[in-house]
């Protein structure tokens, strides 16, 4: 089945730089990605999402990046704000089914 | 805005007792899932229901079972808790299947087995 995996397991930046996690997939069949934050003591909640149709998606200061040679896709966050201190999980699927398959979560700090 | 309601918040419990935990969304979603975080923050699929019926049921102890009444329910029991079953017990609906659509958690039920 398909295996996602998150390299950062930790990623700590200081307020107002960039963050890049990166996630990779290894079903060629996955067409869906979205990632999933969730702050310290609170739920998972959706943030962002990319379709295998495009390589590229923003949302205000969140871009996804998504190469389907590599079988990579990265979420991108400028100008990072301490509210953006959070794991963030990513995700792929096939799109066609309710088998969605979640990374291990990448912890997201930002330094005042 | 919370629109997938869990409860309890909390519950700690002893080695073979039996629990049960409420979850209910007033999204007008389809699909239900059970997922199971664990202490290291790692999600695990547990069960996913689409309009009452069973769709997906991932290879999780047979002390597990849920239960829905109407597609804006899903409730889990646990028969005779064990201490590996500790973790938090976040409950997601959805509106189509969650390989397209976005879900949506609630705040999760924390489970303590002494």
């Known amino acids: 089945g398909e295996k996602v995996e998150q390299h950062e397991s930790t990623l700590s930046v200081r307020e107002g730089d960039s963050a890049v996690i990166n996630c990779t997939y290894t079903d060629t069949a996955s067409s869906y990605f979205p990632w999933y934050k969730q702050e310290a003591g609170k739920s998972l909640h959706f943030v962002i999402d990319i379709r295998s149709n495009v390589d590229r998606k923003q949302s205000q200061r969140l871009t996804v990046l998504l190469d389907k040679k590599a079988k990579r896709f990265s979420l991108h966050i400028t100008a990072t704000q301490p509210e953006d201190s959070a794991i963030y999980f990513c995700?792929?699927?096939?799109?066609?089914?309710?088998?969605?398959?979640f990374g291990d979560g990448t912890q997201l700090v930002v330094k005042p | 805005e919370t629109a997938v309601f869990q409860t309890p918040n909390y519950h700690v419990t002893q080695v073979g007792n039996e629990v049960s935990f409420n979850c209910k969304q007033t999204?007008?979603?389809?699909?239900m899932y059970w997922y199971k975080q664990d202490s290291k923050k790692l999600l695990k699929i547990m069960f996913s229901?689409?309009?009452?019926?069973?769709?997906v049921n991932e290879t999780v102890p047979r002390r597990f079972s849920p239960q829905s009444s109407d597609k804006a329910h899903l409730n889990l029991r646990i028969k005779s808790v064990e201490p590996e079953d500790s973790a938090v017990y976040l409950c997601?609906?959805?509106?189509?299947?969650?390989?397209?659509?976005?879900?949506?958690f609630g705040a999760g039920t924390r489970l303590s087995v002494l």
């Open positions: 995700a792929a699927s096939r799109g066609s089914n309710n088998r969605i398959f």
């Open positions: 997601a609906s959805s509106s189509g299947p969650a390989g397209q659509n976005t879900l949506y």
């Open positions: 229901y689409n309009n009452k019926q069973l769709i």
């Open positions: 999204l007008g979603h389809d699909t």
